[in-house]
């Protein structure tokens, strides 16, 4: 796991082009703390930085940025290739080939050289992103992995493309333009981050899962292309469906988490792994002492506030699977302390709140492992969010009105006069109350209105992952522009609502929020996080099963339940989800009163220029009061303002 930079002008370079690379690559010192290396072709225009974390072959042989073994291909790369062995063989029977070491990135050139770049993507099973100087075709090529686990920001600054694995590796280039994007500042208000391709700055766009792009240089235009599709997958896995009785498909899910765990074993530094208790984590971990002769380490933190302790289940589950677990609890204090470094870890506006323990998570855990093993992904393969079953089950309450009774109504809500219905009383309360009871009843009122009006459980789904719904007219200067998370109508022909619900996820909320969360968290501390449930083929056969395999007499994620059953009795792992969370309504009425309320100061917003002060200033004072917990839309705001006065 490591850290990697650099650029291609359309000139040659200067005098000074190594101390700039360079000091693009000690931004990411903290990705990759172990060495550092430069790479230059001054004719050409092309630097490569690269920082290392190593993992696999700790020595020089492993450096990058490396040089095929022709010398045609130079690379700098972030990532494993867990099956990087099963290729070497194949590279050994296919040709005369001459190893320097047993890094997996020289394997990926190999590949390369054998097969060509398409095919060479199609064969990598593993978390990457790289940048692949052709020497020989003068040409740029940047690749992500299948499904984003790994970052690669790009853009072109003048005549300057700049790359890295986080913004600040752009940041540190002189060319580097930071004007902020006010129309993904808008898709931030609502969805809590920024979804892909777009990033913070104009001109700078995250590479999509699944795509590589290729810059020639002295030529200024490149598109991305995809070398493999989550929707194509979804699509073709319900076309083709598993056609095995329930125990068949167990067994088969199952034999493959196991082989993806067992590839994501290897590594030439401690291992262990992240264990909450829940039905995800606590698989890894089983499946992982199932193939360990000796104890795993697992790791757990846990909070003083009861709803937010998920130690005491993972204590048991550890116990149960004899692994050597460590437990750390911290106190609000230790949380709340780590709040002013997420504007440099996450680089632009990130708002799941989920970034604070996972930071103090990846921070235990790098105190006795250098690789973690996580359970992330399950929850978008196999149907377990509440809310992909709670917005269907609202509509349907309302699909027996007929279309244009609906409209009606929805008109009649969207013009009930706010202080009417804030004044109605407890009869009129009940009325909104399960559609929500977070803010005040004309809030939730307009939010039901929305739904109504988009139709269907997509259009309750929707209203359920927005924070601050139409928030274009929240950013001052801006339309929040139409993207597929904002548009049903290209959510995909699937059937049932909840597949295309786990489709959508599956294709932003996975990447552009949990993915980027824990990969920013656990290498602020050196921390390589693997995410074995994402596995592309554990992804390929979860869209075979049906959903009545996913969700069975109410149950979700049944299946995966039934692989967990094999190691750990169900007694321990029956319980409520509980997300991953840290008391933010509190803490915003306390400790941290005083550091919003600054972010939150009227002339402070009005001079920033941003964001309309009306509407948040009256959701502060509703909050601080306690009249209404409105922490989600806060934090938007508060992520937003927090990272803007610190750049």
Known sequence: MCGLAGFLTKTSLKSNSEDLLRKMGRSLVHRGPDDDGVWMDPAAGVGLAHQRLSVIDLSSEGRQPMISASGRYVITYNGEIYNFLELRKNLDQTEDSHWRGHSDTEVILASIEKWGLPQALKKFNGMFAFALWDREMQTLTLARDRIGIKPLYYGWMGATFLFGSELKALKAHPEFEGRVDRESLSLLMRFNYIPAPRSIYQNVFKLQPGMFLTVKAGEMDSSPTTY???????????????????????????????????????????????????????????????????????????????????????????????????????????????????????????????????????????????????????????????????????????????????????????????????????????????????????????????????????????QGISHWVGPGSLVLGAEEPDIILNQISSWGDFSAPEMKMM?????????????????????????????????????????????????????????????????????LVDRPKMGFGVPLDIWLRGPLKEWAGDLLNESTLRQDGFLDPVPILRKWKEHASGQYNWQYFLWNILSFQSWLHSR
């Open 228 to 462: 493999w599709s989550f929707e194509e997958t979804a699509r073709q896995g319900v076309q083709d469906g598993f056609d095995g009785t329930r125990e068949e498909a167990v067994d088969q899910l199952d034999s493959l988490l196991g082989s993806a765990v067992k590839l994501q074993m290897a590594s030439d530094v401690p291992l262990g792994a992240f264990l909450s208790g829940g039905i995800d984590s606590s698989t890894i971990a089983a499946l992982m002492q199932k193939q360990s002769p000796q104890a795993i380490k697992t790791f757990s933190i846990g909070f003083e506030e009861k709803g937010f302790d998920e130690a005491p289940y993972a204590r048991r589950v550890a116990k149960h699977l004899g692994t050597d677990h460590t437990e750390h609890y911290v106190s609000s204090q230790d949380a709340m302390s780590i709040i002013p470094r997420l504007p440099n870890l996450y680089d632009e506006p990130f708002a799941d709140s989920s970034q604070i323990p996972t930071y103090l998570l990846s921070h235990l855990t790098r105190q006795n492992v250098t690789v973690s093993l996580s359970g992330d992904g399950g929850d978008e393969l196999f149907c377990g969010y509440d809310r992909y079953s709670s917005w269907k089950k609202w509509w349907n309450k309302f699909h027996w009105i007929p279309e244009p009774c609906r409209k009606l109504l929805t008109g009649l809500i969207k013009a009930m006069p706010a202080d009417v219905l804030d004044a109605g009383g407890p009869s009129i309360s009940r009325m909104f109350d399960r559609f929500g009871r977070i803010g005040n009843l004309s809030e939730r009122s307009n939010r039901l209105g929305n739904a109504l009006a988009a139709g269907g459980p997509e259009g309750f789904y929707l």
């Open 503 to 571: 489709f959508l996820d599956g294709t932003h909320y996975l990447p552009d929020d949990i993915l980027t969360k824990v990969d920013r968290a656990s290498m602020g501390v050196g921390l390589e996080a693997r995410v074995p449930m994402l596995d592309h083929r554990v992804v390929e056969f979860s869209w075979r099963l049906p959903l009545a395999m996913k969700v069975h007499d109410g149950q979700s994620k049944w299946i995966l339940k039934q692989v967990l059953q094999k190691y750990v009795p169900r007694q």
